[in-house]
């Protein structure tokens, strides 16, 4: 979770001639599934998607959907000052896991575009639990990349031949045995 304080804005109100201070506020932001899901569900296009560029307006809407803050004020978005902007950004980066897997060179190949229904899918692929959806993004799919791994582990991989030969030449020498025959 990130905690933000948006200052207050000494602003130039020119009806009044005077200077006016906006008060600034306190966000908790939350970058999670469930804010990237809500996102999606309003601009209709992927939030993972890294050939399109998002509009300033999309960008401070995924703010609004990360937050987490109760009756916060729709105009405190419009005073996030570089230093909030660059912390946000941050913590949208940061991967929030020690975790990590060695996918070697993949280049080139057509990659998915993960959308908020793809993430719930694989969640319920991999029986995660709903509650997840508000873990820290990276950390959901990271999590979901090592299911993934160790999936693959324990049923992708083919017993070596050789290991089939024996395994069924036990069981017929078994077999022979209780049965009292030849072949």
Known sequence: MLHLRIPDQELWDPISERFITVKGGELELEHS?????????????????????????????YIRCMTLTPNVNPAIYNYLTEQNVKEITDYISDPATATWINDGNKRGGAKQVTTAEIIYYWMTVYNIPESYQKWHLNKLLMLLRVAAEKNSETYGKKPKTGNLAAQRRALNAARRKKYGTRG
């Open 33 to 61: 599934l469930e804010a990237v899901s809500k996102w999606e569900s309003k601009w209709h296009i992927p939030f993972h998607d890294a050939k399109k560029e998002k509009t300033y307006e999309q960008n401070i809407d």
